[in-house]
């Protein structure tokens, strides 16, 4: 072992992830980026998935994106092609990827390219298509398929000619920084770093030399699409979190991901493995005529940005959307990122919050801390309708359940040589 | 049948609406509601669940969208005065805590850096490894907590006395630090007595006698029943009772105990003759036994408040700031000026304040008091103007002021005086206003020796009632007008006048302390010479009690690690 003790090393985890320097360089078709996508394969997000367990709104996405692709022209050859296992499934995560909700990704869907400064690492993730029926909460529609074809033909070339121009790329840490103090906490509330990236990229896209049409809708579109950070970032928690696992000691979360069937965890001292267990269903506010009944259980790689420190670890610096979290107000948000600030190794000056007097965000998951306090990451949620096609139902908070930190601690224990009866 | 309200540019965001969706889900033959802002994308929205109506089609992204389906058209209305009210008081009542919880001690750590005691209230079974991590951090205990096993608290308070701590408990029942209480306690004003006691409701019992009597409680320092067996030794007992000897604001120690150990007994009464202070001690059940130096023996609770109150009350100088006094910094430069001079009209006073002083100075006192002469000894002096020796030929001095007059003036010209002492005896037959008399000697004296460069200190006190014809308080705002000390009682006055010399000769009553075991690094001290810094550990109402008397409190809510599963808890413990 390089290092003295798990605290040692989990201060290193922890430098890693405060000295990344996230810049969003480009947006690119995925099969560019990522060889898997290579010939019939999707992305999806979570630990390892088989077609027969996921969820409808996971399946739904998968009708979608075959739908999207080409690859079949109705619904029906498309699931026949999906149940044949002709269509490969790869997890997101294992191709430097992730994927909101159903996380589902095809060669042709253009991908937010960040990278880290520090080390040239890079990640990817899917562009945010906006609310209602869209592909990530498994609709598949006429409507979502053109969107999608729209994203592909026009907005994803329109972003890149943008970026491109912008020497270095966008720094995420300045829009970051400047939106938690906003209000945002990049996951359920990302409308202040949207804003921002809007403000940012306009003046690249009039340079872009943009047929006049094209130049109005991406702007239409990137002006109505309040959740549009959240791929950004998404992205950068991949790229910092996968820097921080580099360093690969210590007992500190890397990874929260889930598929709407488990729940997955990775630790900084465990390499790529995914600790899993039964995913919890999410608990929030519905749209009306939608209840916990209708909700699918929990999915998506978005938990990265609470792996990251912010989403629900960071409730408090979004007073927005405290009310997820129940009845009660700023106290209620207060005391959520309190409790979070007792499983993770300290703070991060990188990310101030005004209403936690100044504190930073939470910085490292300790999962030596969940297990010995029994109080789990929350998570900030979108709900997907469990029947495929339905979309968005509403939205709340969800909990890691506990059993992926028990295995993970149990496989740690291994790791260090420690043994008890 | 759908009905549609729009609301025109009335904007509130999605989880204010959500919300208040769920609030007119609840209304009375609403059989489905949505309220939504009019944007293009929630329209879709309304489509998907059904409750889509062409009035939807104008509404802009700025309008409030309410649409109901119910058979029953007079419950839109209902609808609508839902949504005003919601609408207009939004403040949600959430529960406001001014109290920290945390969840593990690195958070209260955190939250409480400066934390000088736990108070740990948990289950006894888990008692002793909190109590250990408080002591790990430098942390007093207080251990409300029963059932912790004998061998424990050995190892607890050996522990702390080995590192300047102090364990309180187990089983301890009731506290009082700085005013603040711990676990049950009565709420009493701040005083000079201190108590230890190895019985809680003894200690609340005595303490509120104390209370209700118009004094106060400094500390009440609760060791635990058992700290009394032959066991433990009275580790915390006497630990407690060093602690009180050394506090400024304790006068007087009253000590409450269930019937020890014989040898252990034997062992605290020692350490009561090595104290400074006078005791008050109470074995209950015991007969009380022969006072003896500065211990009393009582047999009943309130015959201990009782005796403690009188006591203290001779002994009240409390709180007397020295360094704050700009004639006494004065004096502390002049060398020469380190003496007591104390003129009385009355006989007994003359003799309480000799006898005070000569206690304080370790003097033999000899009963031969030629002319009034009750004290003398290097510059000091405490005379008796009432003595006949003086009243040949002349009235009384508490009719004639005369002579005392001119005794004041010479020895606020005598070099080597530092506090003049005075006594005013009022009432029928008394000078009418003797206070006015002596103001303008003593201001005019001060204003000379200002003048010089120089102070001194005059210190009074005033026998008599609000009813007597000089009126108590007249007399008492005449002299500290005129820049006079007034205490309560001619033994205050003469207390606080030694208090004055020992400041002046730079050090504090010496404590008479032999005890056995070595005080290090005090942190006992620490913890009761300012408000309590607790990490409170188990029930909460503890908290909220310190944080309502102005302690700092953070509530740790404790839980088993792991949730109890023991093997992880071997995992974590070995895991560093």
Not at chain 2, 81 to 86: G, Q, V
Request: with cysteine.
């Amino acid at each position: 072992m390089e290092y003295q003790s798990i605290q040692e090393a989990n201060e290193a985890v922890t430098q890693k992830i405060l000295e990344s320097q996230p810049f969003l360089l480009d947006v690119v078709p995925a099969k560019e980026v990522i060889s898997e996508l290579d010939g019939k394969a999707l992305l999806h997000a979570g630990p390892p998935m088989k077609w027969e367990n996921m969820t409808h709104p996971m399946q739904g996405s998968c009708i979608g994106a075959t739908l999207f692709e080409g690859w079949a022209d109705n619904e029906d050859d498309a699931k026949k092609m999906l149940e044949s296992g002709e269509i490969k499934f790869v997890p997101c995560h294992s191709v430097d990827a992730v994927g909101p909700m159903g996380g589902i990704t095809s060669a042709n869907m253009p991908v937010v390219v960040v990278e880290n400064k520090v080390n040239g690492k890079r990640a990817y993730c899917n562009l945010n298509e906006g609310i209602g029926a869209v592909l990530r909460f498994g609709a598949y529609n006429d409507e979502v398929i053109n969107r999608l074809q729209w994203m592909k033909d026009v907005l994803g070339p329109a972003l890149s000619k943008a970026l491109k121009q912008i020497d270095g790329g966008m720094n995420v840490n300045v829009t970051v920084a400047k939106a938690i103090t906003m209000g945002d906490e990049f996951h359920q509330r990302n409308i202040a770093a949207s804003a921002l990236f809007l403000k940012d990229i306009v003046p690249y896209l009039l340079t872009a030399e943009l047929p006049e049409k094209e130049l109005q809708e991406v702007t239409q579109f990137l002006a109505d699409t309040d959740q549009f950070f959240l791929n950004i970032m998404m992205a950068t928690g991949k790229v910092v979190m996968d820097s921080a696992a580099d360093v690969e000691e210590g007992s500190v979360i890397t990874a929260l991901s889930r598929n709407g069937d488990e729940f997955g965890i990775k630790v900084s001292g465990l390499g790529d493995q995914w600790f899993t267990a039964p995913v919890n269903t999410p608990d929030g506010l519905y749209f009306s005529g939608y209840s916990t009944d209708d909700a699918n259980p929990d999915m998506g790689d978005s938990a990265i940005t609470e792996a990251y420190g912010v989403g629900g670890m960071a409730m408090i610096a979004a007073p927005g959307v405290t009310r997820f979290v129940g009845t009660g107000g700023f106290n209620d948000a207060v005391q959520t990122s309190d409790e979070m600030r007792e499983i993770c190794v300290g703070n991060n000056p990188n990310l101030s919050i005004p209403t936690w007097d100044f504190q930073g965000a939470c910085l490292g998951i300790d999962i030596r801390k969940v297990v010995e306090t029994g109080i789990t990451p929350v998570i900030n949620t979108g709900i997907a309708h469990k029947t495929a096609g339905i979309g968005q139902i509403g939205a709340g908070t969800v909990r890691v359940p506990l059993g992926c930190f028990e295995k993970a601690l149990e496989a740690l224990a291994e790791k260090y040589g420690v043994e008890v009866e | 049948m759908l009905y549609t309200v729009i609301k025109k540019n009335l904007y509130q965001d999605s989880v204010s609406l959500m919300l208040l969706t769920n609030h007119l889900s609840a209304v009375e033959g609403v059989t489905q509601v949505q309220v939504m802002m009019g944007t293009p994308a929630n329209k879709d929205i309304f489509k998907s669940s059904g409750l889509y109506t062409e009035e939807l089609e104008d509404a802009n992204p700025s309008d409030l969208c309410i649409v109901v389906d119910t058979d029953d058209e007079s419950v839109v209305e209902n609808v609508v005065e839902e949504t005003d009210s919601y609408l207009n008081s939004q403040a949600e009542a959430s529960q406001q805590s001014t109290i920290q919880v945390v969840r593990t001690w690195e958070m209260a750590e955190n939250k409480l850096s400066n934390a000088d005691v736990a108070l740990i209230s948990i289950a006894g079974e888990h008692a002793t490894a909190e109590a250990n991590k408080a002591l790990d951090r430098g942390l007093n205990v207080f251990m409300f907590s029963d059932n912790v096993p004998v061998e424990d608290e050995l190892q607890l308070k050996t522990r702390a006395q080995d590192e300047g701590l102090i364990v309180m408990g187990p089983d301890c029942g009731t506290g009082i630090l700085d005013g603040v209480p711990m676990a049950f306690a009565n709420v009493v004003e701040k005083g000079n007595i201190g108590i230890v006691g190895a019985s809680g409701t003894g200690i609340q019992e005595v303490s509120s006698i104390i209370g209700r009597n118009g004094s106060g409680v400094s500390q009440a320092i609760g060791t635990g029943g058992r700290d009394l067996s032959s066991e433990i030794g009275a580790i915390t007992t006497i630990r407690g009772l060093q602690v009180l000897d050394e506090d400024p604001e304790t006068d007087v120690i009253t000590y409450i105990s269930k019937p020890p150990a014989p040898e252990v007994r034997e062992k605290v009464v020692e350490v009561f003759k090595t104290l400074s202070k006078p005791v008050v001690a109470i074995f209950m059940g015991d007969k009380p036994k022969e006072a003896h130096g500065n211990v009393h023996y009582t047999w009943t609770l309130e015959d201990t408040a009782h005796k403690a109150l009188e006591l203290a009350t001779a002994n009240n100088t409390a709180g007397y700031n020295f360094a704050a006094d700009e004639d006494l910094q004065k004096i502390k430069d002049n060398n020469k000026q380190r003496y007591i001079k104390g003129y009385f009209c009355g006989g007994t006073l003359a003799s309480e304040a000799a006898m005070i002083v000569e206690d304080a100075l370790e003097l033999d006192a000899s009963n031969e008091h030629p002319e009034g002469m009750m004290l003398q000894y290097e510059g000091h002096e405490v005379i008796d103007l009432g003595d006949d020796a003086y009243t040949q030929g002349r009235a009384h001095p508490m009719i004639d002021p005369t002579l005392r007059v001119e005794k004041v003036e010479e020895a606020a010209a005598d070099e080597e005086t530092a506090v003049i002492l005075l006594d005013n005896v009022i009432g029928y037959g008394a000078h009418e206003d003797m206070a006015g008399v002596f103001a303008p000697v003593v201001e005019k004296a001060k204003e000379q020796a200002a003048s010089e460069g120089k102070a001194f200190v005059a210190i009074a006190s005033v026998t008599g009632t609000a009813e007597d014809p000089q009126v108590f308080q007249d007399q008492v705002d005449k002299l500290k007008a005129a820049g006079v000390i007034v205490t309560d009682s001619n033994a205050q006055a003469t207390k606080l006048a030694v208090e004055m010399v020992d400041y002046l000769n730079g050090e504090k009553p010496e404590a008479k302390n032999t005890a056995e075991a070595e005080v290090k690094d005090d942190k006992v001290q620490e913890l009761i010479s300012s408000k309590p810094r607790v990490i409170n550990i188990g029930l909460k109402n503890f908290a909220e009690a310190i944080m309502e008397h102005g302690g700092d409190v953070v509530q740790y809510q404790w839980a088993p690690i792991a949730g109890g599963n023991k093997r992880l808890a071997k995992i974590l413990e070995k895991l560093k």
